[in-house]
């Protein structure tokens, strides 16, 4: 009935969007003086009261979120009454809180999601520091960093609790997600990282396989590392997005953290306790007397109190050789009549004890995975076999172990002597790789100097572009058309500085493959002395019965090179193995930068024997294909066409913001690949992740997030 009645036109609606704000203002005023009214009372009852109440503000986010019915999303409605709360806190009396700084740092990010942006921060520049402020009484709070999910526990705060009389008056969990950030927001511009030194350990893979000759410097904090990019255009920073938007920088790509699910929890300092609220868990610090089972009979009470210890951590005393110091969480709060007879009992067992404070915990990182859509986690963004390794692989390393004191073969004679088998070659025409892009980089190191050129495509492999400025010399770009290499371009492109030439078939980001005669053409033109680079890693799942032959101009004694890989079809991504054939000369100039021992002996062994397994194969082809026609279909039915494919992944046009679509769909767990614009790369998943995938993205496209 209420529909019915609702205005028709726009100009009514929005008469009754200003009737509902114009009440959203008078009952938020109404609410505010319920509010002061509320610290008025609690300064009558005691002056030294905090204010802040965490436990009421959980009830009441609770509350309302089970209240919620939609459309209004229930995650709004936490940022909405977090900023409500903190606008009313400040009218009952100001609030400082001091943090880890300098602004725009995770610690401020997780300062703001607890205390809102009507609080006045206090940025201070080490952990003492923080303490400082709120012992002095010149803050209210302080937040510090305990523990991340990738780096472990932050040994500093724990130490500072050793001589300071703060109390632990709550928690934050804050996702944690690593922006690469630059003025000019592109990634060639690059030539030195700047972060701090945790925010370059949990970026490491990413960093490795995408700037690998770039310098990292470690620096105090990762917002002081976005603030260095203002005055240096060839430097970039590991910082948050709230960092970039600070300091004026570009994103040159979002989330590039190893971990996807990376969070750190914070701990809230203050001189008062938190209030009991039914919810609670208490941190105990405490060190033990120096016997056999010391440590049992110390924790024992808890157990037959029916404590659950959800925490212990060990640190050495700094005071006494071999003394630690313990830090203990239990579930309950102090004043709760077993959690008190425990420590009671805990503490006469105890050299030293001290109750570092009972309050609200933060929610688990998986209760917050779920809130973030993260409960299961698909991975459709690196191309990876989801069929898993080839079983004779993984039959092959059964006892390996044995053996990893020993050096590997560093000719991987078998191997080598395999794939020269397998393709009819010479075992001195095959190199191998820790992963086909080592034999990339190997290429450049030997055959570029300063002032070299090397031809690629504009929308292809990074590796190529990064490889070849690593050694100073000069990429030749040469644009796609319709979304596959321009082979006659980039003949036209060529110069007497002109020493390789790259082509990925099938193309790596888009699918698309070039023919037999088109390939012909090329290598008739192109000049001997240019060696033509078939990067192959996909050559494995191609459908196309016009697919080149480029084996053959090996044979032929050509300047050419063939690069493909264990990492693919076969599923030993994790092992790092591909191979290269080319003719016995340029195999032998790469040997002698090659590094010894770059093939280990376990991606040796799994590689041999994936080689021989054809089951595996066929049935990973199989998988594949009915995956693509599964994956293309899905696509049309939502007014999306993607480019054909003879690879395992789809490029495809989002038709809104690609990054938007990929931070949506990584908020519900399915990780793909933001290339750029609206453009995002799916890989080919088994058939319940297609569909996870396509109802994902169904969603995202009709307004969900």
Known sequence: ??????????????????????????????????????????????????????????????RLTKLNSGPFPSEAIRSVYREIMSASLSLEAPQKVAYLGPRATFTHMACMQKFGSSVQYVPVYSIKEVFSEVERGRANFGVVPIENTTEGVVNHTLDMFIDSNLLIYGEILQEVSHHLLSKSGLIEDVKKINSHPHALAQCRNWLETNLPHVSAVEVASTARAAELCIDEPASAAIASELAGQLYGLKVIKARIEDNLNNF????????????????????????????????YDLLRPFASHGLNMTKIESRPSQRKAWEYIFFVDVEGHRSEERVNRAIEEVKSRCLFMKILGSYVPGKPID???????????????????????????????????????????????????????????????????????????????TFLTPGDEAIMADHTFVIYKMEVTAVHAKPVVVPLANWTHDLESMVRAVTPRTRLLFLCNPNNPTGTMVSADAVDRLM?????????????????????????????????????????????IYGLA????????????????????????????????????????????????????AGMAQ???GLRALGMASIPSEANFLYFHAKQDGRRVFDALLRKGIIVRHIEGAMIRVTIGQPDENVAFLQALKNVLDGGR
């Open 574 to 625: 994790g092992l790092r193995i591909g191979y290269g054939i080319s003719t016995t000369e340029v195999i032998d100039f790469l040997n002698r930068v090659r590094p010894p021992f770059n093939a280990n002996s376990l991606a040796q062994k799994a590689a041999l024997a994936a080689l021989g397994d054809d089951e595996h194969v066929a049935k990973s082809r199989a998988v594949n294909e």
């Open 1 to 62: 009935e209420a529909r019915l009645s609702m205005p028709k036109d726009m100009s009514e609606y929005r008469k009754e969007i200003d009737r509902i704000d114009d009440e959203i203002i008078r009952l938020l005023n109404e609410r505010s003086k319920s509010a002061i009214e509320i610290g008025r009372i609690k300064k009558e009852k005691n002056a030294d009261a905090n204010l802040h109440t965490a436990g009421r503000e959980a009830e009441i986010i609770e």
């Open 367 to 445: 209760e917050l995975q779920r809130e973030l859509g993260l409960t299961r986690v698909i991975k459709l963004a690196s191309n990876e076999n989801p069929l898993g390794p080839s079983p004779k692989a993984l039959a092959a390393l059964t006892g390996a172990q044995d053996m990893l004191h020993r050096y590997p073969d560093g000719g991987a004679y078998q191997l080598r002597q395999a794939l020269a088998d397998r393709w009819k070659v010479g075992r001195d025409q095959v190199i191998l790789g820790n992963g086909s892009d080592e034999i990339l980089g190997l290429l450049a190191r």
């Open 524 to 568: 008739a033109n192109v000049p001997d002395d240019v060696i033509v680079v078939f990067d192959e890693a996909y050559f494995e799942y191609v459908r196309n019965p016009q697919f080149p032959d480029v084996m053959a101009y090996v044979k032929q004694g050509r300047n050419a090179i063939v690069l493909r890989t264990f990492s693919k």
């Open 264 to 295: 750190t929890r914070f701990l809230i300092l203050s001189q008062k306790p938190s209030e009991r609220t039914g919810k609670d868990k208490t941190s105990l610090m405490l060190s033990v007397k120096d016997k056999v089972g010391a440590l």
């Open 631 to 633: 994956m293309e279909q």
